[in-house]
């Protein structure tokens, strides 16, 4: 297999500490691309993914770009039946927490670190007073559902952490850097279980080099 990710990137780190999660290490080939030299913008890259947005898995002739799609697939074709279920009502979970993530909470998290962390990492100006009060607003809104949904378990789906986790924990390294602004201390659940996704093997080897590098 082939996977095309970039650094400090959310949704490529998902997938790479997912090929790592899966012990697909061995058999997958990484290409990053430093998106700011442009070097993703290829027309033979474009036949890839016409988006012309990393992350994309090649598996043979199948190529399949979308960061959440492809933690599903690399699940299913290893049998991980303990990192993505796929009986019906397991799978609907998954999809349910990713789909939340995309839209809500790390849509939230990800407007304030943007503020807050991505702009000063690529020199792109002062941080959006407002723009951080009203993701941190947001945040808080969707916070709270996560924080009284790890009430009484350890990971989004359970006892063990799955294709959810590292779905909604993706901006972990973004959340939990010192500047980030984003209202963590509030929500000690939450808090907590970044804190040890970011303990888990394959998330340990995917982190970014230096937290204030861990902008998209
Ligand atoms: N919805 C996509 C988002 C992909 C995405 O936005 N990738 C960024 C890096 S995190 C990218 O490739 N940006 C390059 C560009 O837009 O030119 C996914 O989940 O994979």
């Not at 691309?33 to 890839?48: K, M, P, T, W, Y």
């Not at 799609?69 to 699940?75: F, K, S, V």
């Not at 999809?95 to 909470?105: D, I, M, N, P, T």
């Amino acid at each position: 297999m082939k996977l095309y990710v970039t650094d400090l990137s959310p949704n490529s780190r998902r997938v790479l500490a997912t090929i790592h999660h899966l012990g697909l290490g061995h058999e997958t080939e990484v290409q990053k691309f430093n998106l700011l030299a442009g070097e993703h913008q290829s027309d033979e890259f474009r036949v890839i993914n016409p988006n012309v947005k990393v992350p994309v898995l090649v598996d043979g002739d199948f190529r399949l770009w979308e960061a959440n799609p492809i933690m599903i697939y690399l699940a299913d074709r290893q049998g991980a039946e303990e990192f993505c279920p796929s009986d019906r009502m397991g799978r609907i979970e998954v999809l349910r927490w990713q789909s939340w993530e995309v839209q809500h909470f790390n849509r939230a998290l990800g407007d304030i670190v943007w503020e807050t962390v991505a702009k000063q990492v690529f020199g792109m100006g002062p941080a959006d007073e407002e723009k951080i009060s009203s993701g941190q607003e947001n945040f808080r809104r969707f916070a709270a559902v996560l924080e009284d949904h790890l009430a009484d378990r350890d990971y989004v789906l359970g006892d063990k952490p799955t294709a959810a986790d590292f779905a909604v924990g993706s901006h972990s390294a973004l959340a939990l850097h010192p500047q980030s602004q984003v209202p963590l201390l509030e929500f000690p659940k939450v808090l907590a279980w970044l804190q040890s996704l970011e303990a888990l093997p394959a998330w340990a080897k995917t982190a970014p080099e230096a937290p204030a590098q861990a902008a998209e």
